[in-house]
């Protein structure tokens, strides 16, 4: 039996003006899958994923998930189909706490009315034990956190409401090299709790670490496809250049 994609994008096309950023873009991303969209700046990558992210209405083209077609008008539609997005610049909240970040606007309460904190510790933890986070406090600060445990608390925070999809946009952007590692960890544990991942990153390395597929964009349209243990490094970059055509 064919496996039903949990995301596809059909012929999605987009506008600005007369400018067109995306032309006649089509993939699929399943359960236990990492795709990667890569190309060199101005290939489409971000307007790609606003449009799953719901941030973007396209032209052209539809959304599927689970294989019925969804309209996404807003962020909030499509989290509420099972699509989160963590985005470069986190929003987080630097003064307050891990767990007060994970559960900020969605806080537990008990049958008393009050915040149910001992409940969304022991969730906090859960998440991040997940995601293979390396956080063992849950009330510290999110100002004494690095760059890559921060990633953590943002990934952890869209798995409240528990998404099918998440879209990543550049989350290793401006890391040293542990903290890389460290998101590269936490981009695996989604891929093992089942989640199919958008991967949007500049960094060939990274994207081969993780991704299971990779499609390559240029001037907006896919240049080429390939699974990364078999593609060579020499002939993704001829894609995002235009050595070869797609």
């Known amino acids: 039996?064919?496996?039903?994609?949990?995301?596809?994008?059909?012929?999605?096309?987009?506008?600005?003006?007369?400018?067109?950023?995306?032309?006649?873009?089509?993939?699929?991303?399943?359960?236990?899958?990492?795709?990667?969209?890569?190309?060199?700046?101005?290939?489409?990558?971000?307007?790609?994923?606003?449009?799953?992210?719901?941030?973007?209405?396209?032209?052209?083209?539809?959304?599927?998930?689970?294989?019925?077609?969804?309209?996404?008008?807003s962020p909030r539609e499509a989290f509420a189909h099972g699509i989160a997005t963590v985005y470069q610049q986190l929003a987080l909240c630097e003064n307050l706490d891990v767990t007060s970040n994970i559960f900020l606007g969605r806080e537990i309460t008990g049958s008393n009315g009050l915040l149910d904190v001992k409940e969304m510790d022991r969730l906090a933890h859960g998440y991040l034990d997940q995601l293979g986070g390396r956080i063992p406090d849950v009330h510290t600060p999110l100002v004494e956190l690095s760059g890559g445990q921060r990633q953590g608390v943002a990934i952890a925070r869209t798995l409240v409401a528990d998404p099918r999809i998440l879209v990543m946009d550049e989350p290793t952007a401006s890391l040293s090299v542990s903290q890389t590692a460290d998101v590269l960890n936490y981009i695996e544990g989604l891929r093992e709790m089942g989640k199919g991942v958008i991967l949007i990153s500049h960094n060939l390395q990274d994207v081969r670490a993780v991704a299971d597929r990779i499609i390559v964009l240029r001037h907006g349209r896919i240049n080429g496809e390939f699974r990364s243990q078999d593609a060579t490094y020499e002939q993704v970059i001829a894609a995002i250049t235009g050595l070869v055509h797609g």
């Open 1 to 73: 039996m064919t496996r039903t994609p949990i995301l596809q994008v059909e012929h999605l096309t987009k506008h600005f003006g007369a400018v067109q950023a995306v032309n006649d873009v089509s993939f699929s991303v399943y359960s236990h899958e990492v795709v990667a969209l890569v190309g060199d700046n101005a290939a489409g990558k971000s307007t790609v994923a606003q449009m799953v992210a719901g941030a973007l209405t396209p032209t052209v083209g539809r959304i599927l998930v689970d294989g019925e077609p969804v309209a996404l008008a």
